[in-house]
T-cell receptor
Framework: AQSVTQLDSQVPVFEEAPVELRCNYS??????LFWYVQYPNQGLQLLLK??????LVKGINGFEAEFNKSQTSFHLRKPSVHISDTAEYFC???????????FGAGTRLFVKA | DTAVSQTPKYLVTQMGNDKSIKCEQN?????MYWYKQDSKKFLKIMFS???????INETVPNRFSPKSPDKAHLNLHINSLELGDSAVYFC??????????????FGPGTRLTVL
C-alpha cells in the first residue's frame, strides 16, 4: 500500500521569500511522484512529476522538487514566491502499473504582501 | 477549449433527492476518474474507468453509480442524497495504462450542497 504525508497543513510566507513544501511517501514498490496545484475554486493542475533519472525536477511557474529515495521525500521548493502562488498544493504518488493515484492532504500556501 | 468539463458547477438539493453530474473530456484519453474533495480539501478517489470499464471502486456507497456511455464521458448519479454527500466532486482524465507517470487533467469541479 502507498501513502503520502504532507507535513504542513498551512505555510504562510512573505512575497519574494523562498518556500519549501514538504512531502513524504511510503511504498513497497517503485512509484511516480507528482505535485499538483489547486487555485481557489478551480480543479487541480500538474506542477511537475518525477519518473526516474535526475532527482531534481523542474516544473511550471518556477517550482522545482527533489526526489530523495533514502528519505522517501519529494519536497517542493520555489526560491521567490509571488502573491499569485497562493493556492493549495497536493503531493501525490502512483505505482508504476496502476490506475490509482494517492493524494496527500494538501498544504495551503499563503503568500503575504 | 475546455479539456475536461463538468456540469453543473453548483448543485443545491434536498436530502433524499437523486441527482446527476456530467463529465466530458475532449483530450482523447482512455481513463477517467471521479474524486470527492471534502471541506478540509482532502481529495479521495471514488471511481476509475478505463475504456468505459470500471477499474476502481473505492468502497463508495452503492447510492453512487457511475456511468460511462463512451470513452469521452463519465457521469455520476447519486441516489437518496445525504448531508454527508456535500462536497466538491472532481472529474479527471488521463491517457491510460502503459503511460509512465500518467498525468491527470481535472475538471473545474461541481460543488454539491445537500440541505
Amino acid at each position: 500500500a502507498q501513502s503520502v504525508t504532507q507535513l504542513d497543513s498551512q505555510v504562510p510566507v512573505f512575497e519574494e521569500a523562498p518556500v519549501e513544501l514538504r512531502c513524504n511517501y511510503s511504498s513497497s514498490v517503485s512509484v511516480y511522484l507528482f505535485w499538483y496545484v489547486q487555485y481557489p475554486n478551480q480543479g487541480l493542475q500538474l506542477l511537475l512529476k518525477y519518473l526516474s533519472g535526475s532527482t531534481l525536477v523542474k516544473g511550471i511557474n518556477g517550482f522545482e522538487a527533489e526526489f530523495n529515495k533514502s528519505q522517501t521525500s519529494f519536497h517542493l521548493r520555489k526560491p521567490s514566491v509571488h502573491i499569485s502562488d497562493t493556492a493549495e498544493y497536493f503531493c501525490a504518488v502512483s505505482n508504476t502499473g496502476g490506475f490509482k493515484t494517492i493524494f496527500g492532504a494538501g498544504t495551503r500556501l499563503f503568500v503575504k504582501a | 477549449d475546455t479539456a475536461v468539463s463538468q456540469t453543473p458547477k453548483y448543485l443545491v438539493t434536498q436530502m433524499g433527492n437523486d441527482k446527476s453530474i456530467k463529465c466530458e473530456q475532449n483530450l482523447g484519453h482512455d481513463t477517467m476518474y471521479w474524486y470527492k474533495q471534502d471541506s478540509k480539501k482532502f481529495l479521495k478517489i471514488m471511481f476509475s474507468y478505463n475504456n468505459k470499464e470500471l477499474i476502481i471502486n473505492e468502497t463508495v456507497p452503492n447510492r453512487f453509480s457511475p456511468k460511462s456511455p463512451d470513452k469521452a464521458h463519465l457521469n455520476l448519479h447519486i441516489n437518496s442524497l445525504e448531508l454527508g454527500d456535500s462536497a466538491v466532486y472532481f472529474c479527471a482524465s488521463s491517457q491510460g495504462p502503459g503511460v509512465r507517470a500518467d498525468t491527470q487533467y481535472f475538471g473545474p469541479g461541481t460543488r454539491l450542497t445537500v440541505l
